[in-house]
């Protein structure tokens, strides 16, 4: 799902995959929360447009229940 969130070209592919991250059925909280340092890696990369780094930033906020924006800075 990571892999998908990061790499897929498809933006519906990306929102499936960071709704999947944040709250699908497949993963307990312990394994979403093992997706959080990559989702923090993400969230500072260069290469990811808008609406992905936005999508990362709603994963965050679902997985850990914290208020982020929707960017690095």
């Given at each position: 799902?990571?892999?998908?969130?990061?790499n897929?070209?498809?933006?519906?592919?990306r929102?499936?995959?960071?709704?999947?991250?944040?709250?699908?059925?497949?993963?307990?909280?312990?394994?979403?929360?093992?997706?959080?340092?990559?989702?923090?890696?993400?969230?500072?990369?260069?290469?990811?447009?808008?609406?992905?780094?936005?999508?990362?930033?709603?994963?965050?906020?679902?997985?850990?229940?914290?208020?982020?924006?929707?960017?690095?800075?």
């Amino acid at each position: 799902m990571l892999e998908s969130l990061h790499n897929d070209a498809g933006l519906e592919v990306r929102k499936r995959a960071a709704d999947d991250l944040a709250h699908g059925g497949l993963l307990d909280q312990q394994q979403r929360m093992s997706a959080v340092p990559s989702l923090l890696q993400y969230s500072y990369d260069p290469t990811l447009d808008a609406p992905t780094r936005a999508l990362v930033f709603q994963a965050l906020r679902e997985i850990t229940s914290q208020s982020l924006p929707d960017d690095a800075s």
